[in-house]
């Protein structure tokens, strides 16, 4: 069977030569070398300051909104944020599991991000933060939402786990934001095995989260606040540096790849409208069908084949009933049916992507 995806493997070489580094040292987590590295080399690729590595990319929300200091009542009622239901369960989840109330606005039809004047409406008196996610690697339309939450003092934290190596207007898509993250999970672009990162735009939050991820502790003898651990150990980190290494020639491969299947599939299906001033990152490459049938028809067509495709994001989240969610999408619900996303990783062949691409030309009749 093609995999929808397949994570990228370091050449063990590289890899091996860290691993020795480690079996020197005997240093194998709690802030080491390599972990200390990594967050330098990241820096540098991404071109961004203030990123803390950590041990995935649901922590890093979570501990993104700890550090920011979103609270879990206003006023004894619950805390809420404002947030896109099309996306992976963990952007909602990670906001339940800290109290939140996580509040769906809608999704553009076009773009797929959170549309920003579907945001306003949602505010209450409760509302404390806006979670949009640059989903599939789009950019969100960053600054009406930076307007937005201007306005209404609330804290914007950007869901970036689709963004990894992202620009916007020349410079990192990651810089908007209170703070945004990133999850370094297997599966995605670039990775640690597991893992993940926040970037920061104040070094004063960026300061506190160093102390959440580390049990609150800051001394031999002093405990200053509640933390939990969310550290990264220096395998993940050397997996990372190993990979990072290659990671301009992973990009380039998947963004090919993802244009060659947009240019033959432009009239076949509906494609994700791309922010004009980003770069992509060849993330993923999800397509629209006209209906649900059709989609259900084409995926098992392409699994008699030996493709396998996802459908991705599916349910809507709005649809979740831990989520004590009032409000029906209509768009993400839309779209949440008849979307799939197909293969796409750094070694697929060409040879596949044609296969790929004349099965659904032929199931659509074209
Ligand atoms: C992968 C992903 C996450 C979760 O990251 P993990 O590292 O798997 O915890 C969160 N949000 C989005 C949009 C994701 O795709």
Redesign the pocket.
Known sequence: MIPVTKPYLPSREKFDKYVDGIYEREWLTNNGPLVQELTKRLEEYLGVENLLLVS??????QIAYRALNIPETVCGKPAEAITTPF??V??SS?LKWEGIEPVFADIDPDTWCLDPNKIEPAITEQTKAIVP?H?FGNACDVEAIEEIGNKHNLKIIY?A??AFGVNYKGESLLKWGDAA?L???A??VFHTI???AIVFKRKEDLDKAKKLISFGITGSETIDELGINAKMNEFQAAVGLAILDDINNVIKKRKDIKEYYNDKLLDTCVLQKMHPFITSNGAYVPVILNSESELMDLLSYLKVNGVTARRYFSPSLDSLVFINNITINKISRDISKRIMCLPIYESLDYEIVDLIIRIIKNKNGS
């Open positions: 995935n990319g649901t922590l890093a929300l996306t992976f963990a952007t990670s996610v989903v869901d786990a689709h993250t999850s370094f999970h599966t995605k597991e893992g993940g």
